[in-house]
């Protein structure tokens, strides 16, 4: 089993939308934050590794540099 933690850092306005996209992804769990980053671990899940649900973040809308710069620390 693996189990990460991040930070993911969402552009303004826009926590609420990118906790529910979060949310609705398999092994993913939000501890808190506030509107401009959100405390998440990801862990492993049924057909789903923890490294493939990274990656599925990265490519969210809202957060900051989705994609290949993707703030995740």
């Known amino acids: ?39 998440v671990t990801v862990e492993d899940a049924d057909l789903h590794q923890a490294a493939d649900t990274l990656h599925t973040i990265q490519q969210l809308e809202g957060i900051v540099g989705n994609g290949s710069n993707s703030l995740l620390t």
């Open 1 to 39: 089993m693996n189990i990460c933690s991040l930070v993911v850092h969402t552009k303004p306005n826009n926590a609420s939308t990118v906790e529910s996209r979060l949310t609705a992804l398999p092994g993913v769990e939000i501890h808190g934050g506030n509107e401009s980053k959100l405390i």
